[in-house]
T-cell receptor, first 117, second 112 residues
Framework: AQKVTQAQTEISVVEKEDVTLDCVYETRDTTYYLFWYKQPPSGELVFLIR??????QNEISGRYSWNFQKSTSSFNFTITASQVVDSAVYFCALSGPAQGGSEKLVFGKGTKLTVNP | AAGVIQSPRHLIKEKRETATLKCYPI?????VYWYQQGPGQDPQFLIS???????DKGSIPDRFSAQQFSDYHSELNMSSLELGDSALYFCASSLESNQPQHFGDGTRLSIL
């Protein structure tokens, strides 16, 4: 069975601080995909990143960076110089190899990030 | 860029009524997924379709059914609605099975 654990339920920081959101996953699949989604107060789910299990390169996109470590089954997300607009619930998600043409997402419980001015 | 379109955005129903939620995927996307997100919860997978055929099924109640039509839009039909069905229902689409899922803005269903 697949499982995603986001141990941090809520995090509160002051603007311009760096913040790291933790994600630990469990899967028996050798091929799998990891995702991060952002859900702002308005409710929509915004795709941020997708990594496959064979690509452990860290990725940076502007103020966002992701650290994928297979050895610890972790896929952590860091926001540098946080801004008020980063306030949202962030979900880490996992999917396995496609079954019949689709791959469902298993989400963690989410981490609510509040960035205070 | 075109996104996933869901309608209606908000829906209020009473217990035991029926509801139909619609989803229009991103053009050329061949896979549609439905998720249910209860208040303060993470999204839970309900059902998916690939090329108009059901491809996977999750924790979808028997009172719910869904299908994908020839134009690739999908509908989630819900009957005998219960208070516990109050949630945000998301549709997502992807192009081929190994591409990211892009979500619509969701339909907020409230059962009175």
């Amino acid at each position: 069975a697949q499982k995603v654990t986001q141990a941090q339920t809520e995090i509160s920081v002051v603007e311009k601080e760096d913040v790291t959101l933790d994600c630990v996953y469990e899967t028996r699949d050798t091929t799998y995909y990891l995702f991060w989604y952002k859900q702002p107060p308005s409710g929509e789910l915004v795709f941020l990143i997708r990594r496959n299990s064979f690509d452990e390169q860290n990725e940076i996109s502007g103020r966002y960076s992701w650290n994928f470590q297979k050895s610890t089954s972790s896929f952590n997300f860091t926001i540098t110089a946080s801004q008020v607009v980063d306030s949202a619930v962030y979900f880490c998600a996992l999917s396995g190899p496609a079954q019949g043409g689709s791959e469902k997402l298993v989400f963690g419980k989410g981490t609510k990030l509040t960035v205070n001015p | 860029a075109a996104g996933v379109i869901q309608s209606p955005r908000h829906l209020i129903k009473e217990k035991r009524e029926t509801a139909t939620l619609k989803c229009y995927p991103i053009p050329r996307h061949d896979t549609v997924y439905w998720y249910q997100q209860g208040p303060g919860q993470d999204p839970q997978f309900l059902i998916s379709f690939y090329e108009k055929m059901q491809s996977d099924k999750g924790s979808i109640p028997d009172r719910f059914s869904a299908q994908q039509f020839s134009d690739y839009h999908s509908e989630l039909n819900m009957s005998s609605l219960e208070l516990g069905d109050s949630a945000l229902y998301f549709c997502a689409s992807s192009l081929e099975s190994n591409q990211p899922q892009h979500f619509g803005d969701g339909t907020r269903l409230s059962i009175l």
